[in-house]
């Protein structure tokens, strides 16, 4: 835990009825607007999902009007929410020239397109940016709102398995490279939302109108540089949680832009299905990536949760958690005394109520982790489960 974790007080110690939110991230979006570096409005908007209050909307001021930072979910309800958040802010729809989206979550990019349809926003992403769900995708059964519902059960099992360090996960991607209905690549029941919740999000994407598809306007290349707020900033790919992660630095006034990539009480969710070489590893790189910009950092801004100053403290919390996962693995492999399956393995990783596919998906990163640094050995059993035995 770094030093910017906020200890809540408890309801008796607040005098008042308060309910307790243990984590930053979960805690319901406060109307309040707040400027949190020169030129550079909080906006939260609500996100109704367990572990997840709500996101950050960074309005960025210049001459032109506004560039937004990842404003919310797609959906009816989330847009009336973005209006009435901007209005509070004193922001004209009109003014918004920019939508910035981090990464391709529905919380980050959910309001995007709909901001370029009504008011002709720009919507500048990384170049690597890219949604399965696109309806434009032949043969794509996976969409925004499935994800929707994966960060809803990340939730879950990032509640529960905080409680040795007190970290959290949160998710979104975990389905997205993923059928539905064939197994997991290490062989278990693949994470799925439940069917009532496919056919409500499906329904929700065959009226095009509350869900255009954002369509990046401006591909941003690593170091790239753009203007917002009246000062130019340096794209900094961040590849780990999402494959597209964009975090955006700026010199001048020493502001990071961190998305889901650093987070100040939870760590995102390492998906084992999203990328077929060690997603971890590829996330440790971007931690590492940005923990060089540390001493030139005064500010940064994450998608969840307060702005926070240590972004290197921060860093180091976060892979001293998954190095503690990766220790364990270690232990658990000695327990078993013999090789094990993920889920074998994902049992001594999290607590019995955050068990099933989520938990898997996240074990099964840190196992194929092991197994690429030579640390641990992998087969695959006759009934098609991968085991593992680490060294
Ligand atoms: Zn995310
Ligand atoms: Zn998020």
Request: net charge neutral; proline share 9%.
């Amino acid at each position: 835990m770094g030093p910017h974790d906020q200890q809540q007080t408890t309801p008796a110690a607040a005098g008042g009825a308060a309910p307790k939110y243990r984590k930053q991230e979960q805690e319901p979006a406060n109307p309040e607007v707040t400027e949190v570096a020169p030129g550079i409005l909080r906006l939260q908007l609500p996100i109704h999902l367990p572990g997840l209050g709500h996101v950050n909307c960074y309005a960025l001021e210049d001459e032109r009007g506004f560039a937004v930072v990842d404003p919310g979910m797609p959906g009816p309800r989330a847009w009336k929410e973005l209006r009435a958040a901007f209005a509070r802010a004193g922001i004209p729809l009109a003014r918004v020239h920019t939508a910035i989206v981090t990464h391709s979550h529905p919380d980050h990019f959910g309001g995007a397109g709909r901001l370029a349809r009504e008011v002709g926003a720009s919507i500048v992403a990384h170049r690597s940016f890219r949604l399965r769900w696109n309806p434009a995708e032949p043969n794509d059964d996976i969409d925004a709102e499935a994800q929707a519902a994966a960060t809803s059960s990340a939730c879950v099992h990032g509640s529960a398995c905080d409680g040795a360090d007190g970290h959290q996960h949160h998710d979104g991607e975990m389905i997205r490279e993923h059928n539905w209905d064939s197994p997991a690549p290490w062989g278990g029941r693949p994470p799925a939302p439940t069917r009532l919740r496919r056919l409500r999000w499906r329904l929700l994407r065959a009226v095009p109108r509350w869900m255009p598809t954002p369509v990046p306007t401006t591909r941003l290349r690593e170091a790239d540089t753009i203007r917002f707020a009246k000062r130019d900033w340096v794209a900094v790919h961040t590849p780990g949680h999402t494959a597209d992660h964009l975090c955006l630095f700026d010199p001048a006034e020493g502001v990071f832009i961190s998305g889901d990539h650093v987070l100040p009480t939870i760590t995102p969710h390492i998906s084992g299905l999203m990328m077929a070489d060690d997603p971890l590893q590829k996330f440790f790189d971007s931690l590492d990536k940005v923990r060089v910009f540390h001493d030139q950092v005064r500010t940064v801004l994450p998608a969840h949760g307060h702005p926070f100053h240590d972004l290197a403290g921060r860093v180091d919390a976060i892979k001293h958690h998954h190095d503690g996962r990766l220790d364990r693995l270690h232990t658990a492999s000695k327990e078993l005394g013999r090789a094990g399956t993920v889920t074998e393995f994902s049992n001594y990783l999290f607590s019995p109520r955050a068990q099933g596919p989520m938990a898997d998906s996240e074990t099964y990163a840190h196992l194929e982790h092991l197994a690429m640094h030579g640390r641990a050995e992998r087969r695959r059993r006759p009934d098609g489960l991968l085991e593992y035995d680490v060294a």
